[in-house]
């Protein structure tokens, strides 16, 4: 009992810095504002992390597990790579709102990092690395000559590009004609 409420109250924090990294950006959420969001006192969060640079790393495992289990769920439920491409698409879609507004989460977090923080930015890169790697696997199914990790790196990029611009200019109607174009396109692959 005691454990899987310490348990809870590690995802609960997790979950809280998760949003705030999103929103605020990491550097400036601070460990107070992570305290204040769990509802936890200071002497608790530090039973679970030692630093924000911890709870950054928990943060991170947790998107890529998230990230990994629905891909795979898309490889179970789509026979077809071609439509596990467009649930990529439409995964973006989904979130267009939020995209708009606060910007792709993994981009916006490898963009700050990657200015003074590269220890953890290369931690945060392991999320785009989990979908080059899914994207380039879809790809060679497909037999797109191109495939690989180029291919995989255009979607990607272009994928990325339209949560920049859509974020830039604050316009979900941007992000979902791009996205039809994207979409278009990995349906002629």
């Excluded at 305290?35 to 947790?62: C, M, P, T, W």
């Amino acid at each position: 009992m005691l454990q899987a409420k310490g348990e809870k109250t590690r995802n609960e924090i997790i979950e809280c810095a998760k949003d705030l990294f999103y929103h605020k950006g990491f550097e400036a959420t601070s460990f107070s504002d992570i305290v204040d969001a769990a509802g936890v006192n200071r002497g608790n969060i530090y039973h679970h992390f030692k630093s924000k640079d911890d709870i950054l790393r928990a943060v991170i495992e947790q998107r890529l597990q998230e990230f990994a289990a629905l891909l795979a769920s898309w490889e179970s439920q789509l026979a077809d790579p071609r439509a596990r491409l467009i649930a990529f698409v439409h995964m973006v879609v989904a979130r267009q709102d939020e995209l708009a507004r606060y910007g792709c989460p993994i981009g916006s977090l490898n963009t700050e990092l990657g200015k003074d923080r590269p220890v953890l930015q290369h931690e945060a890169r392991k999320l785009f690395d989990l979908f080059r790697d899914w994207l380039a696997q879809q790809l060679a199914l497909l037999g797109v000559a191109e495939a690989g990790q180029a291919m995989a790196m255009h979607v990607l990029g272009r994928a990325q590009g339209i949560a920049l611009m859509a974020h830039v200019y604050n316009d979900s109607a941007y992000l979902l004609r791009e996205t039809t174009q994207l979409e278009d396109w990995l349906k002629q692959l």
